[in-house]
């Protein structure tokens, strides 16, 4: 998708984007109720050097949807926020976690603060590669930088860590059938049914825009942020990184 200023990307985001988030809400929520298996693990402690989390931990949710991540664990705190307003009313379910209306490019919260975020299947809404990147580095500002630690071998402490999904270019073997080669910037289509008088059936189709990240680019657009990555890897049509800061000196 090419555009020729921030407030044209700006627009269309929000014409193919967010209008769209909010009239589906509903509906988009209730086909979204499975977490990620990889995600589910790194959250309740189950995964080496993945987003691990002690008790009492505090981390934000960017982009959150209907907070079904929210409930994962419940021995830690975290924060979701999202651009639809429904989705949220939707997240904000989910007891003690909470759930706000926020902009991934415009976040509220404190810097350097969390002991985690997650990002999943977000970034790939933004329609420029600037933009993309300032999503990245919007989340990375979330958490605890690392700090000189003169007892640890590496020289540095530990500071947060962020997971970010997007969409995979590379899904030869999905439905979808996308592939090295195929445009990235593509419009997907959500089909909500209804019911009408009379017993029929009425259908209306939402274009959604994806960024379909090609095999490295997560990779290249977290280092363009100021994050380091830790690790890396492709799940069920979707590329993933866990990301730090870089550290202070």
């Known amino acids: 998708?090419?555009?020729?200023?921030?407030?044209?990307?700006?627009?269309?985001?929000?014409?193919?984007?967010?209008?769209?988030?909010?009239?589906?809400?509903f509906h988009f929520s209730s086909t979204r109720y499975k977490v990620i298996?990889?995600?589910?693990?790194?959250?309740?402690?189950?995964?080496?050097?993945?987003?691990?989390?002690?008790?009492?931990?505090?981390?934000?949710d960017v982009g959150c949807g209907n907070g079904k991540y929210l409930?994962?664990?419940?021995?830690?705190?975290?924060?979701g926020s999202d651009r639809s307003s429904k989705l949220v009313q939707i997240a904000s379910q989910?007891?003690?976690?909470?759930?706000?209306?926020?902009?991934?490019?415009?976040l509220?919260?404190?810097?350097?603060?969390?002991?985690?975020?997650?990002?999943?299947?977000v970034v790939h809404h933004l329609s420029t590669p600037t933009r993309r990147i300032g999503a990245i580095a919007a989340i990375l500002e979330c958490l605890r930088p690392c700090s000189k630690e003169p007892g640890n071998p590496t020289g540095f402490g530990v500071?947060?860590?962020?997971?970010?999904?997007?969409?995979?270019?590379?899904?030869?073997?999905?439905?979808r059938g996308w592939d090295e080669g195929n445009e990235q910037d593509v419009m997907v289509p959500w089909?909500?049914?209804?019911?009408?008088?009379?017993?029929?059936?009425?259908?209306?189709?939402?274009n959604r825009y994806y960024h379909l990240y090609r095999r490295g680019e997560l990779e290249e657009d977290i280092l363009q942020a100021g994050g380091i990555v830790d690790s890396s890897g492709y799940e069920k049509d979707n590329w993933w990184a866990v990301a730090t800061r870089r550290p202070t000196q």
């Open 108 to 121: 509220p919260h404190p810097h350097s603060s969390f002991d985690f975020a997650i990002s999943i299947a």
């Open 191 to 206: 089909v909500m049914k209804r019911k009408v008088d009379g017993g029929d059936e009425s259908s209306q189709t939402f």
């Open 159 to 175: 500071g947060g860590r962020a997971l970010i999904y997007v969409w995979a270019l590379e899904q030869k073997h999905s439905r």
């Open 37 to 60: 298996v990889l995600l589910e693990k790194d959250v309740n402690l189950q995964m080496a050097n993945r987003v691990q989390q002690r008790d009492g931990a505090v981390g934000v």
């Open 1 to 25: 998708m090419a555009t020729t200023s921030q407030g044209d990307s700006e627009q269309y985001e929000d014409v193919h984007v967010h209008r769209v988030y909010e009239q589906i809400a």
């Open 71 to 79: 409930k994962v664990n419940p021995n830690i705190f975290i924060i």
């Open 94 to 106: 989910h007891s003690p976690q909470v759930a706000i209306v926020a902009d991934n490019l415009s």
